[in-house]
C-alpha cells in the first residue's frame, strides 16, 4: 500500500507543502477556513504522520520526570524497573526520562521535589498521586508554567492534571467483589478489606466499586471497615492478624493495594478458611496462588503505563493526536492455571 504524504495532502487540499506543515505544527498564520480544508483533505486520504520523522526534522528533544514512590511494594519496584527499561528504549525518539523516589504517601515530598528541580522538571511530569491539596496547587502551579502534567497510577481529578494514566479503578474494586461473589458460599459471614491508604483515590475507587456490588448482589455478606495499612507489610499482618482474631466470621478478603506480603503472612496464621482476592502479581502472591492460599490476583501492566505516560507526555509537548485504544490500560485477573 502507498504512503501518503504530506505532498499528497497539500495536492488535495489546493495549498502548499508549507502551509500543511503549518498546520501539522499548530503554527500561527493560517486561516480557520485553510485549516479546516487541510484537515478535511488528511481525513479523506487518511494521512498518518510520520511523527518520529517530524521529531527528528526539527530536532526536537524532550525531558519527561516521573515521580513514584519509593518503598517496599513489588509493583511500584516494578514501576520503578519499567522506567529504568522506558529510559533506554525512547532514547532513539531524543527523549530523557529522569525518576525521582518520594516517600509513600507524603505530599510535601512530592511539592519538595517539583520545588528543588525547578526548570530541570523538564517538559512533562508523570506524577503517581496522594489525594492533597498539596499536591493539588503543586499539580495546578506546573500547568501555570506550561509543563505537562498526567497523574500516573492514582488520580487527583479535581486538579489542572491533563490525563491520567491507570486502570478503571471502580471496575477494579467491582471485579473484585463478582470474584468473590462467585468464590464464597458461606450463607453468611463478614468480608474484610485491606487498603494502603485513603489519601490514595485509587484505593478509595476500588473500595467504591468494591461495595457498589457487594452491596447490591451479597445482602447476606457484611464488608467491614477497612484496614489502612500504609503500604507496609510489617503493618497489614498487625492489623489483619488482629481483625481475623476479632472477627472469626470473615470469609473473605480484598486487598485492595500495598502490603500484600503482610496479607499472605497474616492467613497462614489464621483460623478461618478465607476466599481472598488481591492485587500485584509477586513471588510472594504467585506462591500463594499456587498453594491455594489466595483465589485471583488483579493485575495492571506495570510496562504499559509507564511507557503509556511517556507516549501521552510527548503528544501533548507536540499537540498531536492521543491513540485512545492503544493507551487503555487493562485489568487482567490471574489464576493458578493461567499464571505467565
Keep these: 500500500?502507498?504512503?501518503?504524504?504530506?505532498?499528497?495532502?497539500?495536492?488535495?487540499a489546493g495549498v502548499s507543502l508549507a502551509t500543511v506543515d503549518r498546520v501539522l505544527n499548530n503554527r500561527k498564520g493560517v486561516r480557520e477556513s485553510t485549516v479546516e480544508r487541510v484537515m478535511r483533505a488528511m481525513e479523506q486520504l487518511n494521512f498518518e504522520r510520520d511523527q518520529a520523522a517530524a521529531t527528528l526534522a526539527r530536532r526536537r528533544n524532550y525531558r519527561f520526570t516521573f515521580m513514584v514512590p519509593s518503598g517496599e511494594t513489588a509493583f511500584f519496584a516494578d514501576i520503578r524497573a519499567e522506567i529504568e527499561s522506558a529510559r533506554a528504549h525512547f532514547t532513539k525518539d531524543?527523549?530523557?526520562?529522569?525518576?525521582?523516589?518520594?516517600?509513600?504517601?507524603?505530599?510535601?515530598?512530592?511539592?519538595?521535589?517539583?520545588?528543588?528541580?525547578?526548570?530541570?522538571?523538564?517538559?512533562?511530569?508523570?506524577?503517581?498521586?496522594?489525594?492533597?491539596?498539596?499536591?493539588?496547587?503543586?499539580?495546578n502551579d506546573l500547568r501555570a508554567r506550561g509543563?505537562?502534567?498526567?497523574?500516573f497510577i492514582s488520580d487527583v481529578p479535581t486538579s489542572g492534571r491533563e490525563r491520567f494514566v491507570g486502570i478503571d479503578n471502580v471496575a477494579a474494586g467491582r471485579v473484585a467483589a463478582s470474584l468473590l461473589k462467585r468464590f464464597v458460599h458461606a450463607p453468611e459471614g463478614e468480608i474484610a478489606v485491606v487498603a494502603g491508604s485513603g489519601t490514595l483515590r485509587d484505593h478509595?475507587?476500588?473500595?467504591?466499586?468494591?461495595?457498589?456490588?457487594?452491596?447490591?448482589?451479597?445482602?447476606?455478606?457484611?464488608?467491614?471497615?477497612w484496614i489502612e495499612g500504609e503500604e507496609l507489610a510489617e503493618v497489614v499482618e498487625s492489623k489483619l492478624t488482629s481483625l481475623l482474631t476479632e472477627n472469626p466470621n470473615v470469609?473473605?478478603?480484598?486487598?485492595?493495594?500495598?502490603?500484600?506480603?503482610?496479607?499472605?503472612?497474616a492467613l497462614q496464621g489464621a483460623s478461618q478458611n478465607l476466599r481472598v482476592v488481591t492485587t500485584e502479581l509477586s513471588a510472594h502472591t504467585r506462591a500463594a496462588l499456587i498453594s491455594g492460599r489466595i483465589d485471583a490476583v488483579l493485575v495492571q501492566d506495570p510496562s504499559h503505563e509507564v511507557r503509556s505516560a511517556v507516549r501521552i507526555l510527548k503528544a501533548l509537548t507536540d499537540g498531536t493526536q492521543i491513540n485512545e485504544k492503544q493507551e487503555r490500560i487493562r485489568i487482567e485477573i490471574f489464576v493458578r492455571d493461567n499464571l505467565p
Excluded at 1 to 12: F, K, N, S
Excluded at 131 to 136: A, D, H
Design 204 to 225: 478509595v475507587e476500588r473500595r467504591m466499586g468494591f461495595e457498589q456490588v457487594m452491596r447490591a448482589e451479597c445482602p447476606h455478606l457484611s464488608v467491614l471497615p
Design 147 to 151: 509543563i505537562h502534567v498526567v497523574t
Design 94 to 139: 531524543r527523549i530523557e526520562i529522569n525518576m525521582i523516589m518520594v516517600p509513600p504517601l507524603d505530599p510535601n515530598a512530592i511539592a519538595q521535589e517539583v520545588e528543588r528541580l525547578g526548570a530541570d522538571i523538564g517538559d512533562g511530569v508523570a506524577l503517581v498521586a496522594v489525594e492533597s491539596q498539596i499536591v493539588r496547587d503543586t499539580i
Design 251 to 265: 470469609v473473605g478478603l480484598y486487598s485492595i493495594g500495598g502490603g500484600t506480603r503482610g496479607v499472605i503472612d
Design 1 to 12: 500500500m502507498v504512503r501518503v504524504t504530506a505532498q499528497d495532502v497539500a495536492d488535495a
